[in-house]
């Protein structure tokens, strides 16, 4: 003679909130994610982890414009987020003004590989690099003229890394 264990047993109370709770979502009052909404969750984690840290992240559209950076750009870089958003990223390298524009072809071809990819940029007054870079040359600043180790300080080389995101 076989009994359903449920009949015989009471079951705990926390068991009991699981099956009420499992029967519920049953009953077609489960809420289902859609992808659109985890891509604006994602987005939103990545801009909330981009406030937190000296890591710069840049959303740039296929045809090289910058059209979102991070927080983070006023303390690496040293220029506010109005002197970039919306502007060119050409504008803001200092030499090899393709390197974005051959990395976004090359994802075009293939976008199952992210690209990486060096380049350098002039350093603003608010950057909290400028510093630290300054103390660090003072060995070559001593065998160049004043103007040129000025100049060197106020580039920072940089490395990228891209993927291509759909919408």
């Known amino acids: 003679m076989a009994t359903d264990d449920n009949d015989t047993f009471l079951a705990p109370p926390a068991v009991r909130a699981l099956r009420q709770e499992s029967a519920e979502n049953q009953g077609g009052g489960k809420i289902e994610r859609t992808s659109s909404m985890d891509i604006r969750g994602e987005r939103e984690d990545l801009k909330e982890a981009a406030e937190q840290t000296l890591n710069v992240i840049l959303d740039l ?9 991070s927080p983070s750009w ?10 970039v958003q919306g502007k060119p990223i050409t504008d803001i390298l200092l030499e090899n003004k393709s390197v974005f524009t051959d990395a976004v072809e090359s994802m075009k071809k293939d976008n199952s590989r992210s690209q990486i ?15 630290a870079s300054m103390d660090e040359s003072i060995d070559a600043e001593e065998e160049q003229t004043g103007r040129e180790a000025s100049e060197l300080d106020n580039v920072l080389s940089l490395e990228a890394q891209g993927i291509m995101v759909y919408n």
Not at 61 to 67: C, F, H, K, T, W
Not at 74 to 83: A, E, F, N, R
Not at 117 to 131: D, T
């Open 61 to 69: 559209g296929l045809d090289g414009v910058v059209r979102w950076v």
């Open 74 to 83: 006023k303390d690496v870089i040293g220029t506010t987020l109005g002197s």
């Open 117 to 131: 990819i060096r380049f350098c940029v002039k350093l603003g007054p608010a950057s909290l690099l400028g510093n």
